[in-house]
């Protein structure tokens, strides 16, 4: 069996800090912790409003920081030039509007369709792995293929949101598991993200396709009872059960 990646997201340290316009915590040290735990990479989100994760976080990530380093971004102009200039090992290209709490959808692949084309072009061009957030259905699939990215990040949003309000997920369920099947057959990789807790995230790590998860609220919020280190060693074994 494959090993099941984590990459942990570490926008609500950023979060709390932020909360006081204080110094701590510290990102860089909740990444330097995580990347002691087990964690196979580290996510960030560098949103335009920067209400989180700020410019200089990436900076000091980027220096201290061995395992990859995975940008989430919008895809806008200054954040191309961000990419490029900073070369993060990854970038997962998301949607964003400002007054939302966090990533509502996954991109919207036919209305940004040639957009995305040359940024993913440009991005590969700089060595940066691209991956494309989106739903989880096979024509968005289908058309990040054809634009050329390396991997797809399908949303679990919907599939959480009915998971832990006990709702019936077969759909939901059966629509991750055919995206990551069809995503695999063209030879895209295939992460999981959003909204995943501990018992959301074991049924997702069921999916053979699917190799890596990008977890970072659920984390953040189980570390103030049980420590960064143990919830990172915990969900690493969850999703290799
Ligand atoms: N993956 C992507 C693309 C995201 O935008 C987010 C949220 O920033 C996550 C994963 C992590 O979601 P959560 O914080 O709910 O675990």
Redesign the pocket.
């Known amino acids: 069996m494959n090993i099941k990646k984590l990459g942990v997201?570490i926008?609500?340290v950023a979060t709390v800090r932020n909360a006081r316009g204080e110094i701590y915590p510290s990102p860089l040290r909740a990444a330097l912790l995580a990347e002691k735990s087990g964690a196979d990479s580290i996510?960030i989100?560098l949103r335009e409003d920067r209400r989180h994760i700020r410019d200089e976080d990436l900076i000091n990530l980027k220096k201290k920081i061995k395992i990859p380093i995975n940008l989430?971004m919008s895809p806008t102009k200054e954040m191309k030039k961000i990419a490029i200039k900073f070369r993060p090992n990854y970038v997962?290209i998301?949607p964003e509007k400002r007054k939302e709490i966090?990533?509502e959808g996954g991109l919207n692949v036919i209305k940004n369709r040639k957009l995305l084309k040359q940024l993913i072009k440009t991005l590969k061009k700089n060595n940066i792995r691209v991956s494309l957030?989106i739903e989880p259905n096979l024509r968005d699939i289908k058309i990040s293929h054809i634009i050329g990215a390396n991997c797809v990040?399908l949303?679990t949003?919907q599939f959480?949101n009915l998971f832990n309000k006990r709702k019936n997920t077969f759909s939901s369920y059966h629509k991750i598991k055919k995206s990551a099947e069809f995503a695999r057959e063209l030879g895209l990789e295939v992460h999981a993200?959003?909204?995943?807790t501990y018992k959301s995230a074991y049924k997702i790590s069921k999916i053979k396709d699917i190799s890596e998860f990008?977890?970072?609220?659920?984390?953040v919020a189980e570390s103030i009872f049980f420590g960064l280190k143990k919830t990172i060693v915990k969900f690493k074994k969850i999703i290799n059960k």
């Open positions: 997201n926008d609500h996510t989100h989430e997962c998301v966090t990533t957030f990040e949303h949003g959480c993200g959003h909204g995943l990008n977890i970072g609220h659920f984390i």
